[in-house]
């Protein structure tokens, strides 16, 4: 994994370690729809100013996709892209050599 992925890979990682952004992601993964900022308060036990701000940041990493109808955004996971970067992180736990090398580090 070259030293851009290993960043990419960290960010991604960052995004979802915070507790609220990952019980957001999981609340997107029970969704058929895309959702406001207001819908998902609940799962959080924040305001939605503070949802938003979760929504932003996880949006800058793929994480999440936006609609924007007038001043309302509705979100959705990007189950694709999130599953994509979970499996090439495992593939590398599972399959690479790690005694060996700096692994982009």
């Known amino acids: 994994m070259d030293v851009k992925q290993t ?10 370690g915070e507790f609220n952004r990952l019980s957001l992601v999981y609340e997107l993964c029970r969704c058929e729809s895309s ?3 207001m819908c998902l308060c609940d799962c959080c036990s924040v305001d939605s100013s503070v949802v938003s701000r979760h929504l932003k940041v996880l949006a800058e990493r ?5 609609d924007k109808v007038g001043r309302e ?4 996971l990007n ?3 999130v ?4 499996r090439e992180l495992a593939d590398v736990i599972e399959n690479s ?3 060996g090398g700096n692994h982009g580090v």
């Open 62 to 66: 793929d994480i999440v996709a936006f």
């Open 83 to 86: 599953a994509t970067q979970l």
């Open 97 to 99: 050599n790690c005694n």
């Open 7 to 16: 960043q990419k890979t960290a960010d991604f990682l960052k995004a979802l």
């Open 73 to 76: 955004r509705t979100y959705r």
């Open 35 to 37: 959702q406001n900022a």
């Open 79 to 81: 189950r694709n892209e």
